[in-house]
């Protein structure tokens, strides 16, 4: 059965980090490229980071850019999302998504999602 399924998500302050996982099941995540999605209350489904599996090349948002950083261990077969210095507006509901490409039409596989809330 192919999974994906995200952990890592919380609570935290402003300025404080957390690191998301992404962990496959049912196949190889380094077949594809894998990203990071989120979605706010009330707001779209935006893309904030992916990492390719032709070069391993990364993608971030620019809102994220300087504090977000992903990756990936194959032998883990699972991807990373790091983020720093978060900020109340990165609350959201974060989705790791792997597919043909770093576009949301691309995608393949969805997770079911992990919460993030950045509150005092």
């Known amino acids: 059965q192919v999974q994906l399924v995200e952990s890592g998500g919380g609570l935290v302050q402003p300025g404080g980090s957390l690191r998301l996982s992404c962990a496959a099941s049912g196949f190889t995540l380094d077949y594809y490229a894998i990203a990071w999605f989120r979605q706010a209350p009330g707001k779209e489904r935006e893309g904030v980071s992916c990492?390719?599996?032709?070069?391993?090349?990364?993608y971030h948002v620019d809102s994220v850019k300087g504090r977000f950083t992903i990756s990936r261990d194959n032998a883990k077969n699972t991807v990373y999302l790091q983020m720093n210095s978060l900020k109340p507006e990165d609350t959201a509901v974060y989705y790791c998504?792997?597919?043909?490409?770093?576009?949301?039409?691309?995608?393949?596989?969805w997770g079911k999602g992990t919460l993030v809330t950045v509150s005092s």
């Open positions: 998504a792997a597919g043909n490409g770093c576009d949301y039409d691309l995608v393949d596989y």
């Open positions: 990492i390719k599996n032709s070069d391993g090349s990364t």
